[in-house]
């Protein structure tokens, strides 16, 4: 999700009032600046407002805005707290800084500044739909399915919430509930990629590869350079052992983005695959560290230790695997179970 700029006015005042004018062109003038993706003059006009007034909540809020969306995230959390030490209650900056805390991964940050945003507003569908998502990362699936049908209420014909509810009955193997939700929102939105991939998941789960194809060329299709489209369709090539396919689309996958540890993953698949077990080791704890949430990264770590001869971490990553649902017992090897 984007964050939100404040947009100021200019209005002509008195002599009295140039001080508040100034301000507000100095706003203004960032806005502009910063929309057209000049971002250096953006910040430096920001700075100048921010010289007038230090506690200038709207210049903190978009200088904060400027960096999130070059994401410096870390930076641009402390530009929000500036925002609200200056304006309390300030509710766009709330908005931001849970967005911001999303994308550092605090998901417990940005709910309680979710649960802030639903004191100030109640009935704010996107407050629930950000509520779903991080309950989601968090892995508490029925805290996600409870936010997302509760924005699903109050914004019954947005298909980004569809998509989302549906993935959640994904994540909690609820195929049926997750496909429904997921036609839904193909009716209200026939050209939304994310339904064809999510779609495309499932069909992967049931072991239906030749579905699953077409949903991801059709995903594909309206967005041919999405990473996360080419990774899955990558995991899709690793499933039916075309493994220079995989690594081709895995790899252009990391080229778009270098920051999704689901494509790591793939890529450790890749190499397990190729018996190249110390660099699908080396790979797979790299996307531990990125996303301690990805699917099934505890199977395949386990795996690749098993392979490489491993016991221990691999047995300690079969039992990881198992209390996450990643996989039934019947999947860990007989060494790995208790005598």
Not at 60 to 84: I, P, S, V
Not at 240 to 254: C, N
Request: proline fraction near 3%; include cysteine; charge should be negative.
């Amino acid at each position: 999700m984007r964050n939100i700029l404040f947009l100021g006015l200019v209005f002509l005042m008195g002599c009295g009032d140039r001080r508040e004018t100034r301000l507000q062109r100095f706003l203004l003038q960032g806005n502009i600046l910063a929309q057209d993706h000049q971002e250096q003059e953006a910040e430096y006009y920001l700075r100048e407002a921010l010289k007038l007034d230090s506690c200038f909540a709207d210049a903190w809020n978009n200088l904060g805005t400027l960096y999130f969306n070059q994401k410096r995230y870390t930076e641009a959390l402390e530009l929000y707290d500036h925002a609200l030490d200056c304006k309390s209650g300030y509710l766009q900056v709330y908005f931001n800084r849970a967005n911001t805390a999303y994308e550092l991964k605090e998901y417990y940050k940005a709910l309680a500044d979710i649960e802030k945003i639903l004191t100030l507003k109640p009935d704010t569908a996107v407050a629930y739909f950000m509520q779903g998502l991080n309950y989601s990362r968090l892995r508490d699936f029925d805290k996600s399915l409870r936010a997302f049908h509760r924005a699903r209420q109050l914004d019954p014909s947005n298909a980004e919430i569809l998509v989302n509810l549906g993935t959640v009955h994904y994540y909690q193997k609820q195929f049926d509930s997750a496909r429904v939700v997921l036609e839904q929102a193909e009716r209200v939105a026939p050209q939304e990629a994310n339904i064809f991939n999510a779609l495309a998941m499932i069909d992967i789960e049931l072991k239906r590869y030749p579905q699953a194809a077409l949903h991801l060329g059709k995903a594909l299709e309206l967005r041919p350079a999405d990473p996360f489209f080419l990774n899955n369709r990558g995991y899709l090539a690793l499933l039916t052992k075309d493994l220079p396919s995989a690594k081709e689309d895995i790899d252009r996958s990391i080229m778009e983005d270098p920051d999704n540890g689901w494509a790591y993953r793939n890529k450790g698949i890749y190499y397990s695959m190729m018996e190249n077990h110390q660099d699908a080791i080396r790979l797979l704890e790299q996307a531990l560290k990125m996303d301690p949430f990805i699917e099934k990264i505890h199977f395949y770590l386990a795996e690749a230790y098993y392979k490489a001869g491993d016991n221990d971490r691999a047995c300690s990553n079969y039992a990881k695997a198992v209390a996450r649902n990643e996989v039934d017992d019947s999947e860990v090897p007989k060494r790995c179970k208790p005598q």
